[in-house]
């Protein structure tokens, strides 16, 4: 009789244990990843300039829950939140930062963006037109530098032909990058498609979002931009304006 009793006990307990809380029910969401939607990932500050905030880089939507929860006004927009405690504002420099949207249950959606802190002496030049590769022969691709979005105002520039590949022997295998005037003699690099070290893999993804980090991102040269030589001259490449 003792046996039985004591088992009829243990029984108890755990179904005791199994029991829900009503006061802490069980819930079962979507996963619902913010959509960012890139404004600007590119910013020039002078040496004491004002840092950008989350709404001039880009806008977020969480799609999955937009005014569908019950009982609360939620359309969606969500806000980003910037991090940008790693740019120094008093240091000439190009800075890479992040700006996150939260989506109504927590989900993050993160994307880079870069600040350069310039100091110049005189307004940007524009750097525009197409260079020569130093060294290179008849078969090496030209590089093309243009001012990113069709205005020199702030310094950034694109940049094709990264590393001046040889359009016989490496087809495809264009590089593109986004670079930035730091100072009079200084460019900096900001990111775009493959890294630094370099293997062919094929044409890049030029589109910001779906940038795989920031490679490039810490790669500097120089410039010079006399109107008969302007040369760039980064990780040991050189080029020269035709």
Same mark, same amino acid.
């Given at each position: 009789m003792k046996k039985i009793l004591l088992f009829s006990a243990l029984i108890a307990i755990g179904f005791a244990s199994c029991k829900k809380n009503p006061s802490n029910p069980?819930?079962?969401?979507?996963?619902?990843?913010? %959509?960012?939607?890139?404004?600007n990932i590119y910013f020039s500050i002078p040496v004491g300039g004002t840092l950008p905030t989350g709404s001039q880089i880009a806008s977020a939507y969480d799609s999955v829950y937009a005014n569908k929860i019950p009982g609360q006004s939620y359309n969606g927009v969500l806000s980003m939140v910037v991090s940008d405690t790693n740019i120094h504002t008093n240091i000439p420099g190009l800075y890479q930062a992040t700006a996150v949207a939260r989506s109504y249950y927590g989900y993050l959606t993160t994307i880079y963006y870069y600040v350069a802190v310039t100091n110049m002496?005189?307004?940007?030049?524009?750097?525009?037109?197409?260079?020569?590769?130093?060294?290179?022969?008849?078969? %090496?691709?030209?590089? %093309?530098?243009?001012?990113?979005?069709?205005s020199v105002a702030n310094g950034f520039y694109t940049i094709n032909n990264f590393?001046?590949?040889?359009?016989?022997?490496? %087809?495809?295998?264009?590089?593109?990058?986004?670079?930035?005037? !730091?100072?009079?003699?200084? !460019?900096?690099?900001?990111?775009?498609?493959?890294?630094?070290?370099?293997?062919?893999?094929?044409?890049w993804d030029l589109t910001p979002a779906n940038w795989?980090?920031?490679? #490039? #991102?810490?790669?500097?040269?120089?410039?010079?931009?006399?109107?008969?030589?302007?040369?760039?001259s980064y990780n040991g490449i050189s080029y020269y304006k035709m």
């Open positions: 069980s819930q079962i969401v979507d996963v619902s990843f913010p %959509t960012v939607t890139p404004i002496s005189s307004p940007f030049p524009n750097l525009a037109g197409t260079y020569m590769l130093v060294g290179g022969t008849s078969d %090496t691709t030209n590089a %093309t530098v243009a001012p990113l979005a069709s590393f001046g590949s040889d359009y016989l022997t490496s %087809t495809g295998s264009d590089s593109t990058a986004v670079f930035a005037l !730091i100072n009079d003699s200084t !460019i900096s690099f900001a990111g775009a498609g493959a890294s630094v070290n370099w293997t062919q893999t094929g044409a795989p980090g920031a490679y #490039y #991102y810490g790669v500097s040269g120089s410039v010079s931009y006399a109107p008969s030589d302007t040369a760039l």
